[in-house]
């Protein structure tokens, strides 16, 4: 029994490396997507006439850039941090 446990761990092991390793290598394409989707909401919201702007699109709006934002930080916290 434990030979096949400790060989799917490995196995686990290494597709987690390789998971990771495209996860660095795809960052750069991850940030575009995720600013590029901000600014079209942003855009999308503003181009509204103005009794379209509700309540409940506004609080998605800017509940969608803290998050957004709060991503991005730690992102950058621990790029510095780890680099």
């Given amino acids: 029994m434990l030979p ?13 490396a390789g998971c990771l390793y495209w996860l660095e290598k ?6 575009t997507l995720s600013v590029g989707a901000l600014v079209y909401q942003v855009w ?5 006439p103005r009794f ?3 309540l409940g699109i506004k609080l998605i709006l ?3 850039l803290v998050v957004n934002i709060t991503v991005l ?3 950058a916290f621990l790029w510095f941090r780890y680099r």
């Fill in 44 to 48: 999308a919201v503003g181009t509204r």
């Fill in 26 to 31: 795809l960052q750069p394409l991850f940030l």
């Fill in 73 to 75: 930080g730690t992102w």
């Fill in 52 to 54: 379209m702007r509700t």
């Fill in 62 to 64: 800017y509940s969608s």
């Fill in 4 to 16: 096949q446990v400790l060989a799917g761990l490995g196995l686990f092991s290494l597709v987690s």
